[in-house]
């Protein structure tokens, strides 16, 4: 395999990896918790560290992931105090810990290869050089085996635990209800989320792990309502923003973990613009059109009880329908035209009269709106 299909090879297993358990994280709520995370557990990699004095120990992953527990734990017992809210634990936690984390660096292990930079920004462009080798033969890049492993547990987890991770997820009175252990779930979650930040920061930085493990996720989140179509998506989604970001990357010639995270924004923001249903433009053309059929009923309202007073079809002037309306000059033409258009109305001499269809429609929608 040559180098350039290694890096994208890891950087999409690292994005899948990472999607999955992020599709949970964001419909929690807990997106900024991914953030949090992937800053302390350095603290858990250095402590590690000063028991085991190698890099290279299992260890490492281990404290990792037990200061990712530690961490949701620090921050949800300050927000059950009720004194803080979530947000508010969150920084407080994550810099205390991160920040104690960099001093034991700078103070204990100055001479050790334990870099701060690689740990934030990572370097995809070096990974191939980290190679596997068994029995004398060089099968790859270890990263490779090490991310793909990391997406093998994460899958399986998600596959073996999926009705759990549901329930628990969208109702937990009734995970609880049902003996599925909410509180077991939550941090089952938290440490899957704890273990693919450490092994996947080594290669692409854990500020790519953020972006990867929240962009993709809330990606998918405006173009789907349902849970496997949104895993499916948010991995697919994560997948080519490493191909397209590696390949950007190459033609500008700029950082790879940086234009793969630039292109995981630049999805979202397509996707948030022009989602068929939650996108943009979609919501606005729906609250358009929503605000014009309410200006469309709520004249025929007007026509029709002005009727009732008066006890005579006589209409009403657009001056009056302007000063009792309290609407935009350019709105009232508007409304005036698509009701004139759809047979409601006429108008002669610049007064409105309701037709005998402007007159059944408007007592449908009395109707429909007070008579359900």
């Known amino acids: 395999m040559s180098p350039q299909f290694e890096i994208q090879l890891i950087a999409v297993t690292v994005a899948v990896a990472c999607a999955l358990p992020g599709v949970f994280l964001v419909l929690r709520q807990m997106s900024m918790m991914s953030d949090s995370i992937t800053h302390t557990i350095l603290l858990g990699i250095v402590l590690a560290f000063f028991i085991t004095h190698d890099l290279s120990s299992p260890l490492l992953l281990l404290g990792a992931a037990l200061m990712g527990v530690a961490t949701v734990w620090l921050t949800e017992t300050l927000y059950r105090t009720g004194l803080l809210k979530e947000d508010a634990a969150i920084g407080i936690v994550f810099p205390l810990l991160f920040s104690l984390a960099i001093i034991l660096i700078t103070r204990y292990a100055g001479s050790v290869h334990l870099d701060t930079d690689s740990v934030l920004l990572g370097e995809l462009a070096f990974a191939p050089f980290d190679r596997m080798i068994i029995a004398g033969r060089d099968i790859g890049a270890k990263a490779i085996y090490t991310t793909g492993i990391l997406l093998l547990i994460n899958l399986a987890a998600i596959l073996f635990f999926f009705k759990e991770l549901k329930i628990s997820t969208f109702d937990p009175m009734l995970a609880a209800i049902l003996g599925f252990l ?54 697919l989604a994560g997948a080519f923003n490493g191909i397209a970001g590696y390949r950007a990357a190459v033609v500008l010639d700029v950082s790879i973990a940086g234009s793969m995270a630039v292109m995981t924004g630049i999805l979202f923001l397509l996707v948030f613009i022009f989602a068929p249903r939650r996108g943009l433009v979609s919501v606005l053309r729906r609250r358009s059109r929503q605000k014009i059929e309410f200006g469309k009923t709520l004249l025929l309202f007007h026509l029709y009880n002005h009727e009732e007073k008066v006890k005579v079809q006589e209409g009403v002037a657009i001056d009056t329908i302007l000063l009792h309306l309290h609407w935009h000059e350019r709105f009232t033409k508007n409304i005036l035209w698509r009701l004139q258009k759809d047979g409601g109305i006429r108008i002669e001499n610049k007064i409105v009269k309701l037709t005998n269809q402007g007159r059944q429609a408007s007592l449908q929608a009395y109707e429909e709106l007070f008579m359900q």
Do not use: R
């Not at 962009?215 to 849970?227: K, M």
């Open 182 to 235: 909410p509180g077991l779930v939550h941090y089952g979650l938290m440490t899957m989320v704890s273990l693919t930040a450490v092994g996947a920061f080594q290669a692409v930085g854990s500020i790519l792990v953020v972006a990867f493990m929240i962009g993709p996720p809330v990606t998918a989140y405006l173009l789907t309502d349902d849970l496997k179509h949104m895993l499916i998506l948010s991995s």
